[in-house]
């Protein structure tokens, strides 16, 4: 399979998973299982994509950097109910500081 073809099979998947969405019954969307799934769905893609651009693993071990520093940081920001854009900035700021002492 050439480099083009792989991109034109992936398209028509997204394609179809977009149009299958349109396709649904309104009946089998309000349903209240559905509903509490679909509610639930950005905060587990949340927290994966955290999980796995915070954790890495390298070299056959698990390592620790300035990332795991700086959502500490925030995770208790966000526990003592900071803005979120302080949030940010002070997991962002952890990170930097980390990172500008040579833990990278």
């Not at 651009?53 to 390592?63: D, K």
């Not at 700086?70 to 949030?87: E, M, Q, S």
Request: without cysteine; charged residues 10%.
């Amino acid at each position: 399979m050439t480099l083009w073809t792989a991109i034109l099979v992936a398209a028509a998947i997204a394609f179809g998973l977009k149009l299958a969405g349109y396709l649904v019954p309104a009946s089998v969307l309000a349903h209240p299982r559905v509903k509490r799934v679909t509610a639930a769905l950005p905060v587990a893609l949340l927290a994966a994509l955290i999980a796995t651009q915070t954790f890495t693993v390298s070299g056959g071990g698990l390592t620790l950097d300035a990332r795991v520093a700086a959502v500490g940081v925030a995770v208790v920001a966000l526990l003592l109910r900071a803005p979120f854009i302080v949030v940010v900035v002070l997991g962002a700021g952890t990170a930097a500081l980390l990172r500008a002492f040579g833990w990278g």
